[in-house]
C-alpha cells in the first residue's frame, strides 16, 4: 500500500526562523517519485519540486532544501528565514513507478508571524 | 498561456440534482486526473486517465463518473450529488501517460451540496 504522512497538522514560526515540515511515506515499489506542492491562501496548487528514488542527492533552491532519505523513508523541507509569503499549506506526495495514481498527505499549515 | 481550466470556480446545488464540472487543458497532456480536497484529509484522487478513452477509479470514486473522449477535456460528473460531496475538487494533467511527472492543477472548484 502507498501512504503519505505528514504528521504536523499546524505550524506556527516567527518571521526569518528556519521551519522543517516533515513527510513519512509507505511504498513496496522500489521505483517511485516524491513531490511537494505548495498551496497558498488563494488556494492553487503550485509544484515545487520532484524526486526519484534513484536520487538521493539532498536539493536547495534558494531557502528551501529538500533532504531524502531513504533509510527513513522521508522526504522533509527545509524553510531557511521563513518569510510570511511561505504561510501556505504544504503537501507531500507520492507516486509510483509502475501504477498510475498518486497519494497526498494531510497537508501541514505553515503560519509565518511577521 | 499553458494551464488547466475548471468551471464553475464555486458551485452551490441541492441533493440528487446532475451536476458537470468540467476541466480542460491546453498542454496536449496525455494524463489527466481529478482530486477532493477535504479538511485534515489532504487530497485524494477520484479518478484518472492515462489517454483518451482509458479511465480507472482512485481511491474515492463513489458517486462520481468521468469521461475522456477529447485529449483535452476531462469532465466530472456526480449523477445525484448528496452532502458528503461538499468539497473542494481540482482537476490535473501532467505530461505523460505516468505519474513520474509533476501535475498542473487547475484553480479549483468549490462544491456545496445543500
Known amino acids: 500500500a502507498q501512504k503519505v504522512t505528514q504528521a504536523q497538522t499546524e505550524i506556527s514560526v516567527v518571521e526569518k526562523e528556519d521551519v522543517t515540515l516533515d513527510c513519512v511515506y509507505e511504498?513496496?515499489?522500489?521505483?517511485?517519485?516524491l513531490f511537494w506542492y505548495k498551496q497558498p491562501p488563494s488556494g492553487e496548487l503550485v509544484f515545487l519540486i520532484r524526486r526519484n528514488s534513484f536520487d538521493e542527492q539532498n536539493e536547495i533552491s534558494g531557502r528551501y532544501s529538500w533532504n531524502f532519505q531513504k533509510s527513513t523513508s522521508s522526504f522533509n523541507f527545509t524553510i531557511t528565514a521563513s518569510q510570511v509569503v511561505d504561510s501556505a499549506v504544504y503537501f507531500c506526495?507520492?507516486?509510483?513507478?509502475?501504477?498510475?495514481?498518486?497519494?497526498f498527505g494531510t497537508g501541514t499549515s505553515l503560519t509565518v508571524i511577521p | 498561456e499553458a494551464q488547466v481550466t475548471q468551471n464553475p470556480r464555486y458551485l452551490i446545488t441541492v441533493t440528487g440534482k446532475k451536476l458537470t464540472v468540467t476541466c480542460s487543458q491546453n498542454?496536449?497532456?496525455?494524463?489527466m486526473s481529478w482530486y477532493r480536497q477535504d479538511p485534515g484529509l489532504g487530497l485524494r484522487q477520484i479518478y484518472y486517465s492515462m489517454n483518451v478513452e482509458v479511465t480507472d477509479k482512485g481511491d474515492v470514486p463513489e458517486g462520481y463518473k468521468v469521461s475522456r473522449k477529447e485529449k483535452r477535456n476531462f469532465p466530472l460528473i456526480l449523477e445525484s450529488p448528496s452532502p458528503n460531496q461538499t468539497s473542494l475538487y481540482f482537476c490535473?494533467?501532467?505530461?505523460?501517460?505516468?505519474?513520474?511527472?509533476?501535475?498542473?492543477f487547475g484553480s479549483g472548484t468549490q462544491l456545496s451540496v445543500l
Open positions: 490535473a494533467s501532467s505530461r505523460q501517460g505516468a505519474t513520474n511527472e509533476k501535475l498542473f
Open positions: 498542454m496536449n497532456h496525455e494524463y
Open positions: 506526495a507520492l507516486s509510483s513507478g509502475t501504477g498510475n495514481q498518486f497519494y
Open positions: 511504498t513496496r515499489d522500489t521505483t517511485y517519485y
